[in-house]
């Protein structure tokens, strides 16, 4: 698929939020009793639907100067890499530790019970460059944040975040920003 593609083309898409909501899978007590989890593969396995939700997820960035995008894992690499090539930027995945083959920095970022780390590899990304960080889902915000840390640890600005999803009823967009957190659906 060439850049040129009507996948990644930019432009109004009126039906988009009801044909992404009609697709997206509510999970009960996934991962565990009492969550409802919002399953999106069904969108991404849908071709059109999916390079539509590309188009919108980067389209606030486009003009941007967006030189990177980094994707958190593991749903942010599904959805991250094809906005880097919509935005004609680079991809770096931010992974859980000990899956980077390279040297590597880490944020660690607590959970509900216990904490957790990301990682980058220490050329993801350089001093200076623009970078908008990509998942599917904002919730409480804390992998985002633990990400944004990354980047900027690197010497590289965040410009922004784009989600698929936020959960506005967690303080997700607060602890990022509000103004720089950019979702396609809202829950």
């Known amino acids: 698929m060439s850049l040129d593609s009507p996948l990644f083309t930019p432009g109004h898409d009126s039906t988009l939020i009801e044909d992404v909501t009609a697709r997206i899978r509510d999970v009960p007590d996934f991962p565990k009793p009492g969550i409802v989890f919002k399953d999106v593969t069904p969108v991404l396995a849908d071709p059109r639907l999916f390079g539509r ?23 942010g690499f599904l959805l991250g890499a094809p906005i880097a090539l919509a935005l004609h930027a680079g991809f770096a995945p931010a992974r859980k530790p000990g899956k980077l083959p390279w040297k590597s920095v880490t944020e660690r970022y607590a959970l509900e019970y216990g904490d957790d780390g990301l990682q980058l590899h220490e050329d993801a990304v350089a001093p200076g460059e623009r970078v908008l960080i990509v998942d599917d889902l904002l919730a409480t915000g804390g992998t985002a944040e633990a990400t944004a840390k990354l980047v900027t640890k690197l010497g590289a600005e965040v410009v922004g975040f784009s989600f698929l999803i936020s959960l506005d009823f967690l303080p997700g967009r607060e602890r990022l920003g509000r103004e720089k957190v950019c979702s396609l659906l809202s829950y």
Do not use: D, L, T
């Not at 997820?57 to 749903?75: D, T």
């Open 53 to 75: 939700v590309v188009n919108a997820m980067a389209a606030p960035f486009r003009g941007r100067h967006i030189s990177k995008v980094v994707g958190v894992e593991a749903r």
